[in-house]
């Protein structure tokens, strides 16, 4: 993917960033709810509660779960850098800096 043009918006808000990995947190949290739920319904059966209910439960605990730790890291990861860390990281990947010796400069042998 190419990088944003110069001055333009690079993504939404803050809160926009959140929402989008509670959701997408969600969708897969509910996806993988369905599938576990399932097999454990198919190997244990279900209870008391009824296989509709059962499954609900793994669906909306898988959900509710990854949903959570989906917007968090999507809050996380869109902090900003501060000017100091940016120039720290532009003097590390600097091209080393290399000088000749000159004439005085070089080591002598001892004799």
């Known amino acids: 993917m190419p990088p944003p043009p110069a001055g333009a918006q690079v993504g939404g808000s803050t809160f926009d960033k959140w929402k989008m990995g509670a959701m997408m947190g969600t969708t897969v949290g509910v996806i993988i709810g369905f599938i576990f739920g399932s097999v454990n319904i198919m190997r244990f059966g ?9 499954l609900g439960q793994y ?53």
């Open 46 to 54: 279900a209870g008391p509660n009824g296989v509709m209910r059962s």
């Open 59 to 111: 669906m909306l605990g898988s959900g509710a779960t990854f949903g959570f730790f989906m917007s968090i890291g999507s809050v996380v990861r869109t902090d900003t850098i501060s000017q100091e860390a940016m120039e720290a990281f532009a003097r590390s990947r600097r091209r080393p800096l290399i000088m000749q010796y000159t004439s005085n400069q070089m080591p002598r042998k001892k004799e």
